[in-house]
């Protein structure tokens, strides 16, 4: 019997600002967002006639699951961004954009497809904690999962002034 469909599976391996982020419960999830300015005329009413692209969002999300990359990836990147110490608040009016680090994300051969069929791996330059995300790590006898959601800025390349949010191998 042959192959139904080329179906696309496996993990990867991840680090954010090279420090390894250990295992994910459901792996990453990459979304994005696009914006579009409707255009109308008077002529049709309120009926959209045309559409102007605004750019977008993109963002990259994970459950953490190992307590020792938990607190890595928490060091290397705190719940609070805009501070070194945890649960300090932080400078008020800091930019992101010098806070944001490189998320490299590589598939892992033996246990995947994704390589040959698809992302054998993804870089996003500059990528921090969403400013949209409550972090909650359960300090418990059970799995200490950490929610994360970076969101990924996008960055010029080769002098270009178009945005990059991440490039994929």
Not at 11 to 30: H, I, P, W
Not at 60 to 85: H, M, T
Not at 143 to 150: A, D, E, G, K, Y
Request: contains cysteine; glycine residues 12%.
């Amino acid at each position: 019997m042959g192959v139904l469909a080329a179906v696309i599976a496996g993990g990867y391996t991840s680090t954010y600002n090279s420090v390894a982020m250990g295992q994910q419960e459901d792996g990453f999830r990459l979304r994005n967002s696009f914006a579009k300015e409707e255009v109308r005329s008077n002529t049709y009413g309120e009926s959209v006639i045309e559409g102007v692209y605004r750019g977008g969002n993109c963002y990259l999300q994970g459950v953490f699951i190992e307590r020792a990359s938990v607190l890595k990836v928490a060091a290397a990147c705190p719940a609070n961004p805009y501070s070194s110490a945890h649960g300090a608040m932080g400078l008020v009016g800091r930019l992101d954009f010098g806070l944001a680090m490189p998320i490299v994300m590589t598939a892992i051969a033996s246990l995947s497809t994704a390589g040959a069929n698809g992302i054998a791996s993804l870089t996003a330059s500059n990528s921090i904690i969403d400013q949209n995300l409550s972090t909650e790590l359960v300090m418990a006898n059970r799995v200490s999962n950490l929610n994360l959601t970076f969101r990924l800025y996008p960055s010029g390349t080769n002098g270009s002034s178009d945005g990059v949010w991440f490039t994929v191998t």
